[in-house]
């Protein structure tokens, strides 16, 4: 009975797939079935309780894919299971159940691994982004980041039991105490601590270097929130709390800790200190002009909070690229052991750790004090060179100890390596089924590739995290640079003052890009790979594959809208039609030179952008 049941849930995943292969069309100019969201993997490969099974997230795919581990150096594929759109972590309840989070569905689903279904859905909220269980009895703590809150689901009745408020932008990974007493949340991102000067209150800006440039307008200043020399001018306190930790007795935040970086991606108690290591990158945006950042945008890091302490919680940071120069670039030294976007970090019983350096393809080993001993390269072909059409994109890992076997998630080539941390390199790759179109694998490299830049450190991705953004300002301005539209004073200056990162999603149909709209078209971006990551410019038929897959990432489906995607009567006692009217017909929005305009003279493509 299992075997039929096993054979008819693989036969269905097959004629699905199969039937989202056919629908798939080219993506210029024509729609697509296929919805690239890029959803952000949090833990998406988990091991059994029993080590006998390897459960991972299938992203594209919308599976759980299940393997047996009879050979921890070859799993075998056993079945993948259908569950909601988009699934980025997983959680092992027992041998027989797994939970997994659904990013763009906004649900969990509830999987008998016996039988091979879901057997319940839990909706959570607004972009679900990771899951632990703990407590006595056993409850699920389950991240939504747009709601910005905890949900705590009871595993046994599958209700939620309370909705723990978090104040951070979009808490996203999380982590369980080792004594199972607490839960600790990551805020995605996090912030720095930076604010604005007001160009009211800011000095004038330098010169330009380029002497037929005229004065640059007076504009803004991003420093840090405590600098002495600014803080007095402004009322403003900029919260940067990093990690939030829950009771799970209470189910009531204690506390929150600070200092541990501007964009976090995974959290993990070490075995031995007790102390937690947080994986991060800290952005440098309070430095002013893209040539002072050129190669040196965000710090990677590990960070180490002391968690156990009754007063102030120290936070240690160890850069993970020490030793990585930021001058005389490109630096082939550097690109061989660079670390960018550092993403996991799971540890073996004695304390040794292991990243995935998600930006440069491989994984490093760190001791007791954080300093990298040793490093794995996914692809032995490409250690200091660059083939970002076969980008791998390390997110996520599982270690079989007993095996000495890690299991490492790649989002992008949607595979799992098996490294043998024995021998401390890769023994096997096992391929999953993906849907995604030929277009969107080979160009999305070109965003997430830190080889691209001179150093290995920087990606596009840096700043517009899995596809979106920072939520950061940045001074990108160029003394040196021309003016755009036009040599005289009407023109665009180069020196544009702080300006936030915008997203990359809905850029589909778009001509015309930036706040300022000095880059027509997304090709005018490949100027950046230099003057800013310190690479090399791309050849245009890169160029033109990497622009085609940005026009593929999508939002993800608005939460306020009804179902059929129509627009809501009663939001919040609100009727969003009477506000659609307001946006397409009110006029004296705005005043330029005497005239009146409409939301819409500005917002006009499909994308309100």
Known sequence: MYSMIRFATLCFCVLLCFGVILSCSTLKGQDTTFANFESPQAHPIALSKDG????????????????????????????????GIEPVSLAVRNNDEVWVVNHVSDSVSVVNTVLGIVVDTIHIGDRPGDIV?????????????????????????????????????????????????????????????????????????????????????????????????????????????????????????????????????????????????????????????ETQLNGHVIDNRVTVLSVDTETAVSAVVHDLNDGVTYVNLPDEKSLSRAVSQPTDIVFNSDGTGFIASFGTDRVVVVD????????????????????????????????????????????????????????????????????????????????????????????????????????????????????????????????????????????????????????????????????LMGGEELADEDMESFATYLSSIRFAPNPYRNLENELSSGLSGENALEGEEIFKRKRDVGREGGNTFRCIDCHSSRSGS
């Open 52 to 83: 006998q099974k390897l459960y991972a997230a299938n992203t594209s795919a919308w599976s759980l894919d299940i393997y047996s581990l009879e050979n921890p150096y070859q799993p075998e594929f056993e079945m993948a299971v259908q569950v």
């Open 133 to 289: 269980f703990g407590g006595q009895p056993q409850m699920a703590f389950v991240t939504s980041m747009s709601d910005r809150n905890v949900c705590v689901i009871d595993s046994v009745t599958r209700e939620i039991v309370r909705r723990i408020p978090i104040h951070g932008n979009d808490p996203r990974t999380l982590s369980l105490s080792r004594d199972g007493s607490r839960v600790f949340v990551a805020i995605s991102r996090s912030g720095n601590g930076t604010t604005i000067v007001p160009h009211s209150l800011a000095p004038p800006p330098p010169e330009p270097s380029n002497n037929s440039l005229p004065p640059a307008p007076q504009q803004g200043l991003i420093v840090k929130a405590d600098d002495p020399d600014y803080n007095g001018n402004s009322t403003t306190v900029v919260s940067d709390d990093d990690v939030f930790e829950i009771d799970v007795a209470t189910l009531e935040v204690e506390r929150a800790y600070t200092g541990a970086g501007t964009i976090l991606f995974n959290v993990a108690e070490h075995p031995q200190s007790g102390e937690l290591w947080v994986a991060n990158t800290e952005a440098r945006n309070d430095v002013r002009f």
């Open 368 to 531: 007791k004090a954080a300093n990298v001993v040793d490093t794995i390269d996914i692809d032995d072909d490409y250690v200091s060179e660059t083939e970002p059409r076969n980008k791998r994109g390390p997110r996520a890992m599982v270690l079989h100890e007993e095996s000495a076997a890690l299991y490492v998630l790649n989002r992008l080539s949607t595979s799992i390596s098996v490294i043998d941390t024995d021998r401390s390199r890769v023994v096997n790759e096992v391929a999953m089924f993906d849907p995604t179109p030929r277009e969107i694998r080979e160009g999305r490299g070109y965003l997430f590739d830190a080889k691209l830049s001179g150093n290995g450190t920087v990606s596009c991705a840096s700043c517009h995290v899995d596809g979106d953004r920072d939520g950061l300002a940045w001074d990108l301005g160029d003394p040196g640079g021309e003016m755009f539209g036009s040599a005289s004073a009407d023109g665009i200056h180069p020196m544009k003052g702080p300006l936030l990162t915008q997203t990359l999603r809905g850029l589909d149909g778009e001509r015309i890009f930036h706040w300022r709209a000095d880059r027509p078209g997304l090709e005018s971006f490949n100027g950046t790979f230099r003057t």
